[in-house]
């Protein structure tokens, strides 16, 4: 029986690892190589890390944890969680069990992008959701926001000065009177035609409606949503907030005995939503890990 079992090997669930192995506590992380940012060439924002790789992120962090014996990691996707505190089962794929006295959830989240014919093989390299990753790398050449017209108008607030030019393209059906003057108001040219396809090109993206196309340095999407990768917390009876997270406490604590969740997958209820980037990922696996070491002293 191991002392918790990490579940996920993005920066939350990596961290956890690191924190617990570095207290003797015995770890086991299970990851399946499906990670949020997995297209992603170069990630931004990461104090240290600015433009690395997030694949080379990920195999630094993994033989740094090698050189603690408390933690082990397998690359095998967790399917099913029973028990409680101090007792938990996990069934993996190959329909072995491992036990555990307590849960670290750090499965995150997974990006449900809209149906624009050529966006999903854009996204993480010439299209992206996040101007604090994203936008200084487009700085002084246009960009193009997809979809949702509160959500663009946010993008091209925090874009416009980043950017040489913010164009709205709409999704479905051309925006409202309303929703063109709020667009226009907040400094972006608006599309009267909805995007049809996006498709790389030597520029960056082509964007072509009905009537036209645009070169534009990269897009950003303002629609679309994310669910669990997991379905643990369903499945755990684990309580979630509006944005669809997990809620936990300070220290990750889910509201269920014995499980903690770390990353994107999670928030506090004070929090609109996840703070998602890799450092928040990494502090938060850090904090419940912290969690998880002090529930097992007291228990
Ligand atoms: C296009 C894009 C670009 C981004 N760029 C940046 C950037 O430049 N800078 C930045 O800070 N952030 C960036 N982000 C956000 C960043 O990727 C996330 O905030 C971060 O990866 C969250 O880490 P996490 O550990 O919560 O989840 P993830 O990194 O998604 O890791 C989840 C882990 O859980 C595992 N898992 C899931 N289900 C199971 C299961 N059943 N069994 C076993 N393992 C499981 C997965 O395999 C994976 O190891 C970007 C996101 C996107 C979508």
């Not at 607030?157 to 003057?181: C, K, M, N, Q």
């Amino acid at each position: 029986m191991y002392d918790a079992i990490i579940i996920g090997g993005g920066p939350a669930g990596l961290q956890a690892a690191l924190t617990l192995g570095r207290m003797h506590r015995s770890v086991l992380l299970l990851d399946s190589g499906e990670y949020r940012n997995g297209t992603v060439l170069h990630m931004h924002n990461v104090v240290a890390n600015d433009g690395t790789p997030p694949s080379d992120f990920r195999a630094t962090a993994r033989a740094q944890l090698a050189a603690y014996s408390d933690i082990e990691i397998r690359n095998i996707k967790a399917e099913e969680i029973t028990g409680a505190e101090d007792a938990f089962d996990v069934r993996l794929a190959d329909g072995t069990v491992a036990g555990a006295r307590r849960i670290v959830l750090a499965t995150g989240v997974a990006d449900e992008l809209p149906d624009v014919p050529g966006l999903a093989e854009l996204w993480g390299v010439r299209a992206f959701g996040c101007p604090f990753c994203d936008g200084h790398e487009h700085a002084g050449r246009p960009i193009a926001v997809l979809g949702a017209a509160a959500r663009a108008e946010h993008l091209t607030g925090l874009l416009g000065r980043i950017a040489s030019s913010v164009t709205a393209f709409p999704i479905d059906a051309p925006y409202t009177e309303a929703e063109r003057r709020m667009l226009e108001s907040s400094g972006a040219g608006v599309s009267d035609r909805p995007v049809r396809s996006v498709a790389s090109s030597t520029e960056g993206v082509l964007v072509r409606t009905d009537a036209d196309e645009s070169q534009v340095a990269g897009v950003f999407v303002a629609s679309g949503s994310l669910r669990q990768r997991a379905p643990f917390a369903e499945s755990l009876g684990l309580r979630t907030l509006d944005s669809g997270a997990i809620e936990v406490d300070d220290f990750g604590r889910a509201s269920v005995a014995g499980v903690s969740a770390a990353g994107d997958l999670a928030h506090r209820a004070a929090l609109p939503g996840p703070m998602a980037s890799v450092i928040a990922a990494a502090a938060a696996g850090q904090l419940a890990a912290v969690g998880v070491v002090q529930s097992l002293l007291a228990g």
